[in-house]
Structure formats: C-alpha cells, structure tokens
C-alpha cells in the first residue's frame, strides 16, 4: 500500500509541474475564475486599444490619400496668375497635348492630368481647339474640358486687306485654317459662287467686325458666318440707302473700297463719295488712283504718272467708265457708311491737299481741278517724291 501511495503521489506531483503557473497560484489562493475574468478583461482592452490604432492609422493615411489627390486633381493646375490658352491640333496625340501643357502646369497636377488623359479616354479622342488653362482650375476639370471639347472661343477681327493671299494670311494667323487653302478657295469661281459671289466680288462678302468665333472653325463654317454677318450688316435701312442710289451691296462696297484708298480721314469719306456718285451718274470715269496700283498689284507708289493711266486692266479706272470689277480691298465700315450717306454736291475733281494732310481739294470745273493738281505737283517736287 505505501509503495502505491508513494507512486500516486509522484504522478499528481509531476502533473501540477505541467499545469500552468496561474493555475497553480488559482489553486492556492482559490480564486482561478477571478484571474480568468480579469485576463479576458485586460485582453479585450488590449484589443480594443489595438483597433483604435488601427482606426485613426486608417483614417490617417484616407486622409493623408485624400489631401494628395484634393492637391493634384483640384488644386490651381496652372503657374500663371493669367489665363493661358492651348492649341491643339488635327495631329496632336496625348503626348504632344501634355508637352504643349508642360510649360504652364504645376508638377504635380501635370501628372494627375496625365494619368486621367491615360485612363479616362481621352487619348483615344483628341479633339481640336482653343483650351484655356485658367488660374484656380485643377487637373479634373481640366481633364473635363479637354475630353468634352469645350474650347474657348476667340476674337476675331476681319482685316482690310487689298488682296485675298492677305486675307488667307490673316486667316492663318488666327485660327485652324491653312493660309493655301483659304486662298485656293477664294480664287476659285464655283467655291465664290456657293456664296453668291465671283472671285472679284468675294471681297464684298466680308464685313471688317470683330467676331467671336472658335479657333478650330473649319472653311466652310466661316464661311457660313461670314454671310450671317453679312446679312445682319446689311439691315434694312442700309439696303432703302442702296437701293434708293440705284446701287447693289457689292457696288457700295466696291466704291468705299476706293474711298478707303483715298483717304483715312472718315469724316471727309462722304465728301469723297459724293463726288463719285457725280461721276457715276453722269457716265464720267472715277480717274481714281488707287486703282491704277491695284491693276498693277504695286501698293506703294506715291505718284501715278500719265503711262501708268495706260495700264491694260479692268481695273483701271482711267480707262474704264463705271466701277471696278469688284472691291480693291475689304471696305470698311466707315467707309460703306460714307457711301450710302454720302454728301450731296456739284463737285466732279479732287486732289489731294499740298499740305499733305491726308485731305483733299475739290473743283467742280477741269480748270479749278488743273489748279489744285499744279500744286501738289509742286509739293511733291520740292519733297522730292517719286
């Protein structure tokens, strides 16, 4: 029996050393489920302090992801404090529109738009236009804008050229028109003629206003435009004065062409004008110099003389009666107005003043006008003018 109890005794003795020790200290004191209970309470606070790490570490970096993307996608994608404007044309890809943005965006949104322009579509539509980069606009609406196509518009203004190469230049210059092309169509009789003009008369169509209008306007569009304004200029008070001189558009404009050449004082055009409505209506040819240089397409001479008068051109108003072809320039409005209000008198010449003051002298006789003349002509000697 002893040896049994000695035996026993081992076994539940090396038991216990396999028991943990809180086990062992719960079995002295007696109180094993109070221990428990408070190490499931300081685990669960534990916890609970471990997800508050995790909670405000997660709300950190959203933050913190937040305010990089609020920086790159809205924040003021532009450098300048100016608005800046973009070209972007029919052979544009993505990387040559991020290049022509590189020099007027920030960094970091530069970089925002491209990712967006990657990914967004964009790169697969390219359109054309006038963007503008504003002050304050970040990558996003950027992005918007450049995807939805809404360019800016611009301003233009129709010049008063004398030749139609000009006027293809000009065009050129300002919006998404090749300068060749214009000018191929405006010499070309059956494109003149979808307008209702010829290719001498073409340059009436135009009215030297500034409209607001898009960069990327193709031809015929302008075009379009130009014969809305055309027909706007052309209310019904000014076709009653047309009409009521026995006059079309086209002529009004081909007269004020000439008075545009003549002088580029307005409030002598409708003296001007005057006295060639009197040689009109009495069959007398206008004489009218600016048109020798346009017949001769030399547009800076200062002195016509006599074997110029003989140059062979319908142009030519010494040698033709009535009015030229067409307009010798985009006419301007001052100058169409001076037509259709042009001052009612009994003079036939004109000559420009000795004083060289851009006016001129007028004459009802041959005789009072050869007076006026020799002056001049001795002004321009003694200045030396050729």
Known sequence: ??????????????????????????????????????????????????????????????????????????????????????????????????????????PFQLSALSTLSRHGGYAGNI??????????????????????????????????????????????????????????HLTDSAYCARWGYNTATIPALFIPNTYDIYWNVSLDKFMERMQKEHKTFWNFGRMEKAKSMGMSPVEVATMASIIDEETANNGEKPMIAGMYYNRLKTGMPLQADPTV?????????????????????PYNTYKNTGLPPGPIKIASIAGIDAVLNHVR??????????????????????????????????????????
């Open 293 to 313: 240089k346009f017949a001769l397409k030399d547009f800076a001479l200062r002195r016509i003389y006599n074997k110029l008068l003989q140059t062979d051109s």
């Open 127 to 184: 359109r054309t236009g006038r963007y503008a980069i504003r002050p304050g606009e970040g990558a996003l609406k950027v992005f918007r804008h450049l995807k939805n196509g809404l360019q800016s518009s611009i301003n233009l203004t129709i010049p008063e050229v004398r030749t139609i190469d000009r006027l293809a230049g000009a065009l050129s210059r300002k919006l998404m028109l090749d300068s060749a092309e214009v000018a191929r």
């Open 1 to 106: 029996m002893a040896a049994f109890h000695c035996k026993g005794i081992k076994k539940i003795i090396k038991y216990k050393t396999k028991m943990p020790k809180y086990f062992l200290y719960s079995q002295k004191s007696g109180n094993f489920a109070a221990i428990l209970r408070n190490k499931a309470v300081k685990m669960k606070k534990i916890k609970r302090i471990n997800a508050k790490i995790y909670l405000w570490g997660a709300v950190a970096v959203a933050l913190l992801i937040a305010g990089c993307s609020w920086y790159c996608l809205f924040s003021s994608l532009s450098k300048s404090e100016q608005t800046e404007y973009v070209y972007i044309d029919m052979d544009d890809d993505l990387d040559s529109v991020m290049t022509k943005i590189q020099p007027l965006a920030k």
């Open 345 to 386: 008198h009994d003079y036939l010449y004109m000559c420009a003043k000795e004083d060289f003051s851009g006016t001129h002298n007028f004459a009802k006789t041959y005789q009072e006008h050869l007076n006026n003349a020799a002056r001049y002509t001795k002004a321009l000697n003694q200045r030396g003018i050729k």
